[in-house]
Each structure stands twice: as C-alpha cells, then as structure tokens.
C-alpha cells in the first residue's frame, strides 16, 4: 500500500427484502395480535478481516437464511404445543394453527417482534463466522420507517 496508506477495518455489507407473516403476543390490545405480514428488509454488516479464501464472510450465505423466512410464517418456539406428522401446531392469543412444517419458521425466541428477528439472524450469521469475524450488525427493517438493530460483537 503506498502513501502512507494502512487498512484501517474491511466491513461487508447486504441488504435483501423478505415476506414473512407473524404475529405478537403482548398483555394489551394491539392489532398486532393477529396473523399479519411485512415485505422485511435486512441490511448486514460484518467486520474483520480475510479469511483464506479473501473473503470476510460468504454472502451465500446471507442468501440462504432470507430463503429460510421467506413466505413463512414466523412463530415463537413458546407457542408450539406439538407437531404431528408434519404438522406444527401452534396455540397463543387465542389461536390454533396447524401449518405444514415446511411454511414455518420456530424462532428461539419468546416473541417474534423485528428485535428478536434480527437477534435470531444475527445468531445465525455467529453461527457460520470463521475466527477473522469481529463483529456483525443486523437490521430488520418492518416497514420503511421502523427498524430493529442489533449488534454481536467478539
């Protein structure tokens, strides 16, 4: 590098939109009660430095976990009273829903707000980071105006 010039960081970044339907279990009236969906957007951010193959992190791999929530409907493991063949059933705010496994997605998480969205798909980028990843941003963006952000950092 000439000039006086270091490599201060390297960050990656994605972005891609979803359509996920969920619903929220809260202890005061919402219209958020009820099954309802969003066009999500998710920016990634992920800092560190090269792995062997030159690369930060895989957007492959950021690819293939918006596939996972994709046109699904998004539930809390809390609400999963069993599965059946095939079946998850699922029992909260007064619902009982029995969808093919194949069109949810279980978060491991008590609610499926965009906060726990995003921690989920933060964990599941930890989850595949080699040892140069330093640190990962997720934002989950419901509609234009709202988003969630969350930030892992080793």
Not at 140 to 147: F, G, L
């Amino acid at each position: 590098m000439g000039m006086d010039f270091k490599v201060g960081e390297r960050k990656i970044g994605w972005h891609k939109d979803f359509d996920s339907s969920h619903f929220l279990a809260l202890p005061y009236d919402s219209k958020c009660l009820r099954i309802h969906g969003h066009t999500y957007n998710v920016d990634v951010e992920i800092w560190g430095g090269l792995n062997e193959n030159g690369m930060i992190f895989d957007f492959n791999h950021l690819s293939n976990l918006v596939k996972e929530l994709d046109h699904r409907i998004l539930v809390s493991e809390a609400w999963v009273v069993g599965m059946d063949g095939g079946v998850v059933i699922v029992e909260k705010n007064g619902k009982r829903l029995e969808l093919p496994e194949g069109e949810v997605v279980i978060l491991n998480k008590p609610n499926v707000t965009a906060e726990y969205i995003a921690e989920w798909f933060a964990e599941r980028i930890a989850e595949k980071a080699g040892k140069n990843v330093k640190r990962i941003l997720v934002r989950i963006w419901e509609d234009p105006r709202s988003y969630a952000e969350i930030i892992l950092e080793r």
